[in-house]
Nanobody, 125 residues
């Protein structure tokens, strides 16, 4: 079992910044990749950013150049640094763990076996 706890969401103005954190506990040695997803009502979850065990990253086109994913293995923590926030970034953001070794970071939420509870990010216009 893996437990994921997100924090750092909140309300921010357009152009502002936030940093989301996700602390993992449990079978962390089995985690191969971590991802940040977001979801708005009526829409499917979409991968915002992911990072593999070796540090290879993947980003949604909509956040490239604005968001950065990083991990601190010593703290069992993955971060999502969000700059230049836009109203369309408003969503619930989820941290997820992929326990399987893959050639690249997956964007398919079905491949992530563990999820956090989510943290709300609201960007006002």
């Amino acid at each position: 079992q893996v437990q994921l706890v997100e924090s750092g969401g909140g309300l921010v103005e357009t152009g502002g910044s936030l940093r989301l954190s996700c602390v993992a506990s449990g079978r962390i040695f089995s985690i191969n990749a971590m991802g940040w997803y977001r979801q708005t009502p009526g829409r499917q979850r979409e991968l915002v950013a992911g990072i593999s065990l070796s540090g290879v990253t993947r980003y949604a086109d909509s956040v490239k150049g604005r968001f950065t994913i990083s991990r601190d293995n010593a703290k069992n923590t993955v971060y999502l640094h969000m700059n230049g926030l836009k109203p369309e970034d408003t969503a619930v953001y989820y941290c997820a763990a992929d326990m399987n070794l893959r050639l690249r970071v997956s964007s398919d939420p079905e491949n992530y076996g563990y999820w956090g509870q989510g943290t709300q990010v609201t960007v006002s216009s």
